[in-house]
């Protein structure tokens, strides 16, 4: 059972940068042909698909958040981070991790979501 931990700051102050880290349980980041992505939520809204990094380290973003956005890994913690810079209100969010497989676009297993809130 593949099991998904995000962490990081509950609040982040308009200009800097967000963090959030994906802990990855009962399964390797590295194994073929999964990627693992971030995905947020913002209060009242849809789901917003944010990127990924795949099992090679190659990563890939939404365009609307390419400019802002990178995504690493640390393979020997087995975990995965986001970094969104230059955030504004408009980042507030329940940010996900998940996993989804090559050529599906259903995610299939998800963390459990962490708020972040962007406020001075």
């Known amino acids: 059972q593949v099991q998904l931990q995000e962490s990081g700051p509950g609040l982040v102050k308009p200009s800097q940068t967000l963090s959030l880290t994906c802990t990855v349980s009962?399964?390797?980041?590295?194994?073929?042909?999964?990627?693992w992505s971030w995905v947020r939520q913002p209060p009242g809204k849809g789901l917003e698909w944010i990127g990924y990094?795949?099992?090679?380290?190659?990563?890939y973003f939404s365009p609307s958040l390419k400019s802002r956005t990178s995504i690493s890994r640390d393979t020997s913690k087995n975990q995965f981070t986001l970094q969104l810079s230059s955030v504004s209100p408009e980042d507030t969010a329940v940010y996900y991790c998940?996993?989804?497989?090559?050529?599906?676009?259903?995610?299939?297993?998800w963390g459990n979501g962490t708020l972040v809130t962007v406020s001075s």
């Open positions: 990094i795949g099992w090679s380290g190659s990563t």
């Open positions: 009962g399964g390797s980041i590295t194994i073929s042909d999964y990627y």
């Open positions: 998940a996993r989804n497989k090559v050529r599906s676009d259903e995610f299939d297993y």
